[in-house]
């Protein structure tokens, strides 16, 4: 995806705490949402941040740098039914979200 | 729970074919999005609209035109089909305030041109 980087992989063990990171091009940028997405499902919400600082929603939290023009997804507590992609997006000024490649999460027992 | 329906889950259409991808919410958003997502590019974004009668191009509007008659149906129309469009197209919705809630996504319809 455009102006988004993050890892296209990342393995973790079950109960371990995983980080994905993701980047972003600042012109337009008004915030951070972050989807998972299952495979052969649809992409579901998790979280946004339009404000630098932690959001946490149960197991997962996510954070902006509006400075660093960086955020993560951070999932504690690994389940197997973590194994998904979770994509980072940034929210525009005109209400466009645009997607990151995604990174996809493996989680092995 | 918001919902989003898009009418066909799997298509198969021949290359020139005018094709229509059907999508309707029933929560009273403003905003509508058809995307495509393709192995390795994430999801782009092909038209949005705030609005009835109103749409905008995303990134990749090539090709592609929309339909938004009334405010809970968003349509994507492939004037001539061509095989480059084979890919999955989701569907999505949201209210206007930016990150309530995020959009809300259909189950997708996958298309293939052949």
């Known amino acids: 995806g455009q102006s988004l980087e993050q890892p296209s992989e990342v393995t973790a063990v079950e109960g371990a705490i995983v980080q994905i990171n993701c980047t972003y091009q600042?012109?337009?940028?008004?915030?951070l949402s972050w989807y998972q997405q299952h495979d052969g499902g649809a992409p579901t919400f998790l979280s946004y941040?339009?404000?630098?600082g932690l959001e946490e929603t149960g197991r997962f939290s996510s954070f902006l740098s509006r400075s660093d023009s960086y955020g993560y997804l951070l999932l504690q507590e690994l389940q197997m039914k973590d194994s998904a992609s979770y994509f980072c997006?940034?929210?525009?000024?005109?209400?466009?979200?645009?997607f990151g490649s995604g990174t996809r999460l493996l989680v092995r027992p | 729970d918001v919902k989003v329906t898009q009418s066909s889950r799997y298509l198969v259409k021949r290359t020139g074919e005018k094709v229509f991808l059907e999508c309707v919410q029933d929560m009273d958003h403003e905003n509508m999005f058809w995307y495509r997502q393709d192995p390795g590019l994430g999801l782009r974004l092909i038209y949005f609209s705030y609005d009835v009668k109103m749409k905008e191009k995303g990134d990749i509007p090539e090709g592609y035109s929309v339909s938004r008659e009334k405010k809970e149906r968003f349509s994507l129309i492939l004037e001539s089909a061509s095989t480059n469009q084979t890919s999955m197209y989701l569907c999505a919705s949201s209210p206007p305030v930016r990150g309530q809630g995020g959009y809300t996504f259909g189950s997708g319809t996958r298309l293939t041109v052949v």
């Open positions: 600042t012109s337009g940028f008004y915030g």
């Open positions: 997006c940034r929210m525009d000024s005109s209400y466009k979200l645009i």
């Open positions: 941040n339009a404000l630098d």
